[in-house]
């Protein structure tokens, strides 16, 4: 088997998954509402060719006019150039993307698939006519955090603000990704070409695609890209954004996905260069002033990413906790350093924190006794604990009465927007109340 398909189950599978893609195009919705009707790619394209379902014209179109030849052609060109195919369900499709409202049904790889592994990613997005001052940022900022380690750049390889990105993050020996709006295999743009070699050469970059090979940027690729980007990626940092830069779309994909967002505060508040970015920190977008912020918006709500073992420490994690410049207090530390524990022992009380108070909860909801609880008591004192708003709460209710749920299914039930219920969902994973699974699947804790 080719090295690019040694990670796949059912490599003969590609067939079908490049047919859906074909027939659907990237960014489709309904391809996942008709997936989850049939048992595989193979029994949803025969179903489709076999007219089972209600498509719209284009789609009927599509279906009839591509054949599976021609994705065999598409599979046999990928494997002879090394572009890796990686379908929904396979164990390498980034987990932190296959959460978002709508993941890609297929992406399309090349370099090193290994990047796709580390869930600690930040994005940069910004203007391809960077200011000065905003290569400046760039270059102090995204170089800042890959110095301190673990952390992989992800970006959108467009001139300016997103090829400083790459170019820093390989300066400093990080890993970074590119998300294309064309085929992997489409020198876009040109300009780029050398930083795209580089990437390639060092082993330390990959170009991820939903895009066939050969596919040319089309303007309208664009912001179905961003979704991508962004959905990589635990914070969207934007550097530089005029009032309709396309930044500021990643920065409102980020946002529904229930990501976070931070922004540098402009050079000059009356210069029509940053006005987009004026409104992201209008609206509440976390101002970014340095690598030291960056670091605490992605840690701040995420304790779930952080290691509790000294030895297993992240090097960005052991100088975010270990520092005095303020930016501990911000997420709760510098009050637990008042203990003189180790740095693993406080970042493990950050941790637990919410466990505890969990568990406090539903002790005072049960009499006090001299003797120890069984097992059993104190899980349902648990159980009985609930989450402070209300929609959490219908949530929490309605995962315990169900089991295991896809999230289009709990909007439908609660009639919750999808985006208001990720959102939700974040919050309760992070309180403890729900954990996520596979393909958008919950479940009650």
Known sequence: MPEQESHLRQ?????????????????????????????????????????EFALPA????????????????????????SIALLPVNEPVYPAVLSEID????????????????????FAVVGTRRPSPYTERVVTQIVGGVCRKGGFTVVSGFAKGVDALAHRTALDCGANTIAVLGCGVNVNYPHENMQLRERMLAEGKGLFLSEYLPGTEPFPANFPRRNRILSGLSYVTAVMEAGARSGALVTAQCAGDQGRQVCCVPPADIFDARYAGGAGLLRDGAAPLMDAQDLLGVFYQNREHCINTMDNEMRPAQMHLFADS?????????ALLAQSGGTQAELVGSVVRSRQREIAAAAQTAQPAVETEMPASAVKSAASAVLPDSETGIRIVEYLRANGETYADDIAAALDLDLSELLAELTVLELDGFAESLFGKHYRAL
């Open 102 to 121: 709508t993941p890609p049904v297929l992406l399309t790889a090349k370099g090193n698939l290994g990047l796709l592994g580390n869930p600690f990613s």
């Open 58 to 81: 284009p789609i009927r179109k599509n279906a009839a006019s591509v054949t599976l030849e021609q994705a065999d052609s598409i599979v046999y060109f990928c494997r002879q150039h």
């Open 325 to 333: 410049s303020g930016l501990a207090s911000r997420i709760n530390v």
């Open 11 to 51: 490599p003969e599978m590609l067939r079908y998954w490049v047919w859906l893609l074909s027939v659907f195009g990237a960014g489709s919705t309904l391809v996942f509402r008709i997936l989850r009707q049939c048992f595989s790619a193979q029994d949803a394209c025969e179903r489709i060719r076999a007219g």
